[in-house]
């Protein structure tokens, strides 16, 4: 079993819908990231979590929101989903500079 | 804007070839670290360095941290075709509370 599971793999949703992308972990790392990846833009940073109680926004955070519902899971929601949304999106784990990755989820916004 | 800038942003080479990739900033760096991502994967770590003017090696692939910890640079000799993929440096810049950033990255493409 993968260490930073990601859930869904692919969806496809349609513009003004509610998602929720899901990430858990078994690595037993405090911070957890979400990122998307879009062509020429590298990874940017959405939401980063130290612990449970600790949310930070990221580069990127407005249309997105985030849980840290325990220390190994930590979902990212679209409240409502617009077509730019469409990227693919990577959820990461750390306990020091080094980051593990999920295999990611390739969000389609019709 | 993004806090690491890479370069080139796409490399094609014959089997065989050297190449080296840069990743350059203005913000001091505690340490930086080289992704390698293949299509459909997430990134996987190659290597951290974290000392100014530290080079590491990992079998034909040279990392070099600047002096100042602004820059990092990757170099491959005898490039393979499995060297395909997209390179990305990542780092959390001095006073950035854990902020893990990452560059656009390098597309390699290495051709037998």
């Known amino acids: 079993d993968a260490d930073v599971t990601q859930t869904p793999r692919n969806r496809i949703t349609k513009t003004g819908k509610r998602i929720m992308l899901e990430c858990s972990q078994t690595?037993?790392?405090?911070?957890m990231y979400w990122y998307r990846q879009d062509p020429g833009l590298g990874l940017r940073l959405i939401y980063y979590?130290?612990?449970?109680?600790?949310?930070n926004k990221g580069e990127i955070s407005d249309g997105y929101s985030v849980s840290r519902q325990a220390q190994a899971k930590f979902s990212l929601s679209l409240e409502s989903a617009i077509p730019n949304q469409t990227a693919l999106y990577f959820c990461?784990?750390?306990?020091?500079?080094?980051?593990?990755f999920g295999q990611g989820t390739r969000l389609t916004v019709v | 804007t993004q806090l690491l800038e890479q370069s080139p942003q796409f490399l094609s080479i014959q089997e065989g070839e050297n190449l080296t990739v840069y990743c350059n900033s203005s913000?001091?760096?505690?340490?930086l670290q080289w992704y390698r991502q293949e299509p459909g994967e997430g990134p996987v770590l190659l290597v951290t360095?974290?000392?100014?003017?530290e080079v590491k090696k990992l079998k034909r692939l040279t990392f070099q941290f600047g002096d100042a910890r602004k820059d990092s640079s990757l170099h491959i000799t005898a490039a393979q075709p499995g060297d395909t993929g997209l390179y990305l440096c990542?780092?959390?810049?001095?006073?950035?509370?854990?902020?893990?950033?990452f560059g656009a990255g390098t597309q390699v493409v290495v051709t037998p």
């Open positions: 360095v974290v000392t100014g003017g």
């Open positions: 690595k037993g790392h405090d911070r």
């Open positions: 990461a784990t750390s306990r020091g500079p080094e980051a593990f």
């Open positions: 913000s001091v760096f505690s340490s």
């Open positions: 979590s130290f612990d449970v109680k600790d949310i």
């Open positions: 990542a780092g959390v810049g001095i006073g950035s509370w854990g902020k893990l950033q």
